[in-house]
DNA sequence: GGCGGTGGGCCCCTG
DNA sequence: GCCCACCGCC
């Protein structure tokens, strides 16, 4: 079946061959199903395999690296893999390592972000760029494109910084620059004369900045290789074998890039050896034609949730089209979830018209009913979930097992709120990220200041931060001074005296500049010094400290300063894991990664804590119990989806991504109320818990139950009905919960004010009052300090576990 | 130039 | 309900 004889590779750089059976790959077979063993061994110039949810395509995917280097058809260096996730290619280079070892550590495993900025750091200096460039995040991008908005006036023509900066993405998302669309663009409609404008200088800006923005990194690399084909041959020639995870996920420039990739080489280059990763590549002679590299991509178009990004479906349901003679491999077989929650899955997806039909399945049983719950509010909600997965706790399953998707980050709040008060432990993936905060961007800036002086937006921000008597009319003076004299804006700062600024102000400046210089010259010493690895963390505390940041946060009085001294406690200590790591790591490398991965949690896995994330980020993780919550119309799908074209189905492939999710236990839930907007507002189910069979879910509370009942208190107080209710009814929609009742009785919202019972001495046998839950009595107290637990059980609501500090209870 | 108060807009999802 | 832009005052 396999033709391992294909010659791939014509030319002098055939990787090492095998000798004779039996296939050294033979045990990366076992226990595949055909389709998956296809998927392994089929070789050719394409291959696209149509991988549903759960049915192995992480394993096909390792297992046909690991074959290809057993066989010694490819030599490590010679394979990229393409993720889109940081934690995707984490998990893959992990699992690619334990099936072949040592030998995974010279292939690329990346993100399409993180495979262009190594190659743009490469040749960065071939269009006008140097290796030390900045990426910019969208919050970067967002203040530049602010500046412009304004100096444009774009307000008077309704362009807002939002509305520029989402255009902008998109059309480079689809590789057209600032002069391509000012050729096609109305020029006669003034709006558009100024977005024009403000684009070609947004991107003036960056280049004089040496920095790229996220959508840059992949168009950029795009633009380099039709530039330059000497260059695009280096990595043709380099990567024999290039992969692609959730193929259906890429839009147009990413589309491009793996165009350009596996293009033939053209042999037109000259025949000087190029130095590639410390590879030495040296051309034949003569040149001769080297053929395209083989692509295998993996995809599920009933996965693919990223339109509103730019993904563009086409990529993988015309793959056949773009790449003619392609094998087209189909796994149906799903390993990860019971038949229910896949019957559940299969019924949503099936109402989704445009799609080529295709059912999971599975043959390890029925298993667990899907469980439903309706909350009277988003804390009953939550409540309910807190309490689930403590029961579940107690009969064995581990934290780390369960997750808990929602649809909105701003949704993880209530959940959290409860979670603390339970005293379970819990960690948000993704959400408000750590280098998103405000004091970390800060100290960032402050190292971009020195590994990047052209970066002016990086000098401008730490400019007066700390607060150091420097405003508008001073930025402005030091602006026109570099230039009048022909500057950057940072070596502006070494002239404060030419300035024309008071004294004070003057002093200021000449301050800053002194300690940017003698942080470059700890870390950025003369060609020749050796720096030591720790050279970033030390120069990152040196200008912490110098700057007189460290000092005005200790001063504050805001209490929330003691927190971000925290956060930048635990910067300088992913330096130092960051310099353990990467000995020969540099400052740029240090910035690199912090640009590109996003979390610093990311580093560390999350053991022992239970996973809350949106439904887009849990894609391509699977875990034993899931609650897919706030399953509510204008929530799942969301209110904004239903204008957009495809924007409805979209929204149930979203919620057929999280459903898919789960391995054993899956949990539907909503609450009847829901405060958005900080205003509370009755919410409707979503239609697609109406998709489900009924059969499958078992109600423990259903919208039915809410309504009919009204609500008498607490749902905690309320003896629990199971089945029944209202997922059969389907002619018959819920009606409103009527905004008067006892509804508003249910505790809808949080204290906002933090209480501070850490004083309140507490032993077994204590009886105590809660505000929800009523009376009850302490069966044992753990931990320490601020982590003091009260293990209570009261009198009707059950067993719960409470963070004694923030619980909202007394002593009796 | 800094600070505190106020009112509008906002919250969809990512590297 | 929270963030941020803006304004008026010191």
Redesign the pocket.
Known sequence: MTDASTPLIVGGDRGPQADSAPRPDADLLDGLNPPQREAVTYRGPALLIVAGAGSGKTRVLTHRIASLLRNREAWPSQILAIT????AAGEMRERVGQLVGESARGMWIA????ACVRILRREAQQFGFTTAFTIY??GDSRALI?RLVKEHEGDAYGL?P?AVQGKI?KLK?ELADAESYARQANMSDPAERVFTAIFGDYQRALQRANAFD??D??AQTVYLFRAFPHVADVYRRRFRHILVDEYQDTNHAQYALIHELTRPVSGASSAEPYSAGGMMIFEPEKAPELEGASLTVVGDSDQS??A??GADIRNISEFERDFPGARVVLLEQNYRSTQNILSAANAVISNNFDRKDKKLWTDVGAGEPIVGFTGYSQHDEAQFIADEIEKLHRAGVAYSDVAVF??????SRALEEIFIRSALPYKIM??T?FYER?EIKDALAYLVSVANPADEMAVRRIL?KP?????????TAIARFAEDNQLTFRDALASSDALG?GPK?QAAIAHLDKVLAEATALMLPASGEITPPTAVAEGLTLLLQKSGYLDALRASRDPQDEARLENLDELVAVAREFARNNPDGTLIDFLTEVA????AGDLDDASGSVSL?????AKGLEFDTVFVTGVEEDLIP????AG?PG?PS??RR?FYVGVTRARKRLYLTLAMTR?????VSVAMPSRFLQEIPAELIEWRQSPGDVNSRGGSGSRALNARRPGGGWGGRKDDPPALAPRSTSLDRFPN?IP?KVRDNSEMQLAAGDRIRHEDFGEGRIDAVTGEGAKRIAHVRFDSAGAKKLLIKIAPIEKL
């Open positions: 889109f996730t940081n934690k993100t399409f972000h993180s995040d969208s602010k807002t939002a993405s998302n996220f959508d990194l992949i949730i990223y509103f990004r929602y649809r909105t980050n701003s949704q993704g959400g990220k405000a007066n607060k150091r008597g420097i405003g508008d009319v001073t930025e600024v102000v590109l991965v996003a979390d994330m949106t439904m887009h980020t969301h209110r904004i989806s957009e924007g979209e929204e979203l405060a958005q907007f900080g205003e919202k906002a």
